[in-house]
């Protein structure tokens, strides 16, 4: 069974920085693209990030370049999404799906999420 689980998320002060990290489970992660999304109360979701299978790939939303980056250890298991510089509209629950390429819009496997909320 595909499990990832996400973790790191957290309270932060605007300017502050997290890590958050998916881990996968019953899988190769290797395999996988995988997408960093958020959702933020009443708004819809948003792929923020999404790195390739072998990790030479990326790609952001518009508003977290420079700020956001994604990266991944397949002997690990384990993607990250180095996040640096929040704003209050970074608060979000933050999932991470694994899928076959970054311009999939299938998944094949999503984890529960990691509640990240930026406020002074």
């Known amino acids: 069974q595909l499990q990832l689980v996400e973790s790191g998320g957290g309270l932060v002060h605007p300017g502050g920085s997290l890590r958050l990290s998916c881990v996968a489970s019953?899988?190769?992660?290797?395999?996988?693209?995988i997408g960093w999304f958020r959702q933020a109360p009443g708004k819809e979701r948003e792929e923020v990030s999404c790195i390739s299978s072998g990790g030479r790939n990326t790609n952001y939303l518009g508003s977290v370049v420079g700020r956001f980056t994604v990266s991944r250890d397949n002997g690990k298991n384990t993607v990250y999404l180095q996040m640096n510089a929040l704003k209050p509209e970074d608060t979000a629950v933050y999932y991470c799906?694994?899928?076959?390429?970054?311009?999939?819009?299938?998944?094949?496997?999503w984890g529960q999420g990691t509640q990240v909320t930026v406020s002074s």
């Open positions: 799906a694994a899928k076959s390429f970054c311009d999939s819009r299938t998944y094949d496997s």
């Open positions: 019953g899988f190769t992660l290797d395999r996988y693209a």
